[in-house]
């Protein structure tokens, strides 16, 4: 009886790479297999913060995906220079204290960035996606998120009821011709009625 040894694979029985295979790549393995399972774990959700997230300055790359994602394009309004061509900017300022989270952050493109900083704006972010931005002239606005999947218009009822189709034709209704016609576009073909024949005495010589 011969027994079928597993081949040592990357993981153990703690589901951590084997240091003596991995070697140097254990670390960079083991933050993989973190990753994986938060993906797989938190579809649909904002990525999981780690412990060191909000002390840095520039989100992790999941970090930055979701935001450009949930922003679509720059948040001020009336730009609509889309996410991948923004920067991402602390809604409180990273010297200041703010953290580096996705309520913390917004997409701004590069001249409304500096407006942002430069230009006397306050911006408040009260929920993750939502904007509440003043100007210096004091005029404010207030952007939300897009919608992923745009809702179904609303039903838009018949002012009648349809009739039911019929469910043939019949030689006993003499309207379902002028029916089909005007369903079809054909409109209404008048017909002429014919002439009934002479009717002639019996005695009456024949014509010739």
């Keep these: 009886m011969h027994r079928h040894r597993r081949a040592p694979g990357p993981d153990d029985a703690a589901g951590r790479p084997e240091s003596s295979r991995a070697g140097a790549w254990a670390p960079l393995l ?15 959700r904002p990525p999981r ?7 840095r300055r520039r989100p992790r790359a999941e970090i930055d995906r979701w935001v450009r994602v949930r922003d679509r394009h720059c948040v001020a309004p009336g730009c609509r220079r889309p996410a991948h061509k923004a920067d991402l900017d602390h809604t409180v300022d990273h010297a200041l204290g703010g953290p580096t989270s996705p309520w913390n952050l917004g997409v701004w493109d590069r001249h409304h ?10 911006v408040r972010q009260p929920a993750p996606g939502r904007f509440e931005i003043r100007t210096r002239a004091g005029v404010r606005h207030t952007t939300l998120p897009k919608r992923i999947l745009e809702p179904l218009p609303p039903p838009r009822p018949s002012t009648r009821p349809r009739p039911l189709p019929d469910e043939g034709w019949s030689e006993d209704d003499p309207g379902w011709r002028q029916r089909f016609l005007r369903r079809a576009g054909l409109g209404t073909i008048t017909h002429t009625p014919a002439i009934p024949p002479a009717v002639h005495a ?3 010589p024949p014509p010739f």
Excluded: F, I
Excluded at 49 to 55: H, I, L
Excluded at 113 to 122: D, F, L, N, Q, S
């Design 30 to 44: 083991a933050e993989l297999q973190q990753r994986l399972r938060e993906v797989t774990s938190g579809l649909g």
């Design 49 to 55: 913060e780690q412990a060191g997230d909000p002390a």
């Design 113 to 122: 960035h500096r407006a942002k900083h430069h230009g006397g704006w306050r």
């Design 202 to 204: 019996a005695d009456d």
